[in-house]
């Protein structure tokens, strides 16, 4: 019996020791960054990440994949990498190149960019 109170009161002061409740942080906790917008070449970042899109489907957001946001000094910002800019240039081209009146066009032009 006196094994089975010691084993309660090691389990209770170690739930004591580790738990959350019980330990401040120093400074306040970092807000969260993430993309706040769902659509489009312009990739918004900011503490405020959007929770979920629309099934709905624009210009360029294929080109997403390529861009990650992250804090950096402080400020959450949009990483581009290199194959985003490169698939950017190519979506803003399909743009200029097919007629506007005809975005079946420009959407199959779109789906060549990588």
């Given at each position: 019996?006196?094994?089975?109170?010691?084993?309660?009161l090691?389990?209770?002061?170690?739930?004591?020791?580790?738990?959350?409740?019980?330990?401040?942080?120093?400074?306040?906790?970092?807000?969260?960054?993430?993309?706040?917008?769902?659509?489009?070449l312009?990739?918004?970042?900011?503490?405020?990440?959007?929770?979920?899109?629309?099934?709905?489907?624009?210009?360029?957001?294929?080109?997403?994949?390529?861009?990650r946001?992250?804090?950096?000094?402080?400020?959450?910002?949009?990483?581009?990498?290199?194959?985003?800019?490169?698939?950017?240039?190519?979506?803003?081209?399909?743009?200029?190149?097919e007629?506007?009146?005809?975005?079946?066009?420009?959407?199959?032009?779109?789906?060549?960019?990588?």
């Amino acid at each position: 019996m006196r094994r089975r109170i010691n084993l309660y009161l090691r389990l209770l002061l170690s739930f004591v020791v580790i738990s959350p409740c019980c330990i401040q942080a120093e400074e306040p906790v970092s807000s969260s960054c993430g993309v706040e917008n769902c659509h489009g070449l312009t990739v918004k970042c900011g503490p405020h990440p959007v929770e979920a899109c629309s099934m709905m489907y624009e210009l360029g957001d294929k080109c997403r994949q390529h861009v990650r946001c992250e804090t950096v000094e402080g400020k959450c910002v949009a990483l581009e990498s290199e194959e985003f800019h490169k698939c950017r240039t190519c979506v803003e081209q399909c743009r200029k190149k097919e007629s506007p009146d005809d975005p079946a066009k420009v959407f199959s032009c779109e789906a060549e960019c990588k």
